[in-house]
């Protein structure tokens, strides 16, 4: 008998949801709105009745259904308990409890971003690798570590959280942590941005960037690519301090594979390449070999990874 398994990449926004083979093959996704009203309290209602009524349209039976698996916003143990989800409203509660319950289905659990990093293993830029970090370089900075092929969720599901390293003892503004000094404040989108912002308060030099009214990390990796010098200085910057991370995480879990994901990746081999190049120079000399790749997925690596968890099931 076919087996088939839904993944659900449940966003502050919108709840992506996708109908797999348990081989991996998506067969088709689709998203509904994410009704944080009332503390989210009718999100998992929403997806059992979406999954439902997929499963009526595409004729699948009950039996058919390996399970669910659910990527969130924030840190969840292993038991499928979220200890909290900011951007949904959501305190702590069971939701793989809550959700098998109103199904009928096995369902797991895991944080947003580790899910995306099971996902780029399974079949995207991590694929054929058993030992991956996943970065996310977007309005933030996320991770996912992946040792032997399981995510390291840890032990109150803050595993992976590479965006809160410290980086710069120094620093004076305030991360979205509360702390200072942290990656994110670096090596995001937000990130280059506010250090471009900083240095150009600063620096006489001509360059293209004083010329943008709305700067974005595109607008600094497009005039580094021109040759822009105070631009490719801001990307040299960025490269160091995660490369420099990276490295830090290395010595920890020496992986085969570091991949890059997220809006900033889109820059591509100008990011790979200073990324690696800082990561090469300080490192621990057994981690130097570690590939880069750029993640492949795009927005649907969360659903993969939903689907991937419910492989050991």
């Known amino acids: 008998m076919k087996k088939y398994g839904f993944g659900v990449d449940i966003g502050g ?14 067969i088709e996704d689709w998203e509904i709105k994410t009704n944080t009203e009332n503390k989210g309290a009718s999100i998992l209602d929403d997806v059992a009745v979406a999954i439902e009524g997929k499963m009526q349209s595409a004729g699948i039976a009950k ?3 390996q399970g669910i698996g659910v990527g969130v916003p924030g840190p969840v143990t292993g038991d499928g308990t979220v200890l909290q989800c900011v951007n949904l409203g959501w305190g702590e509660f069971n939701v793989a409890e809550v959700l098998k319950k109103r199904t009928g289905f096995d369902v797991k659990v895991g944080n947003d971003a580790n899910v995306a990093a ?15 970090v996943m970065v ?3 309005t933030g900075v996320g991770g996912g570590i992946i040792v032997d092929g399981k995510i390291v969720a840890g032990a109150n599901g803050a595993g992976g959280e590479i965006g809160h390293i410290m980086v710069n003892e120094e620093e004076t503004d305030t991360c979205g942590c509360g702390k200072k000094g ?9 990130g280059i941005v506010r250090m471009a912002k900083k240095l150009l308060a600063s620096d006489d030099r001509e360059t ?20 822009d010098a105070v631009a490719k200085e801001l990307v040299e910057k960025l490269g160091k301090v995660l490369g420099n991370a990276l490295a830090n995480v290395a010595c ?16 591509g ?11 090469v120079e300080t490192t621990f000399h057994a981690c130097r070999k570690a590939e880069f790749a750029l993640a492949t997925l795009g927005n649907q690596a969360g659903m993969y990874g939903c689907v991937q968890m419910l492989l050991d099931m």
């Open 118 to 132: 099971l996902g780029e293993m399974w079949q995207g830029g991590g694929k054929g690798h058993k030992d991956v």
């Open 269 to 279: 081999s100008i990011l790979i390449d200073v990324i690696q190049k800082h990561y």
């Open 182 to 190: 942290c990656l994110e404040q670096y090596a995001s989108a937000t």
């Open 136 to 138: 996310t370089l977007g």
């Open 63 to 65: 039996e058919e259904v």
């Open 208 to 227: 293209t960037l004083k010329n943008v009214s709305e700067l974005t990390a595109k607008d600094i990796f497009d005039a580094a690519k021109a040759g």
């Open 13 to 26: 926004t919108t709840c992506k949801i996708g109908l797999f083979e348990m081989n991996g093959t998506l």
């Open 252 to 267: 920890v879990v020496n992986p085969e594979i570091i991949v890059i994901g997220g809006g900033v990746s889109k820059a």
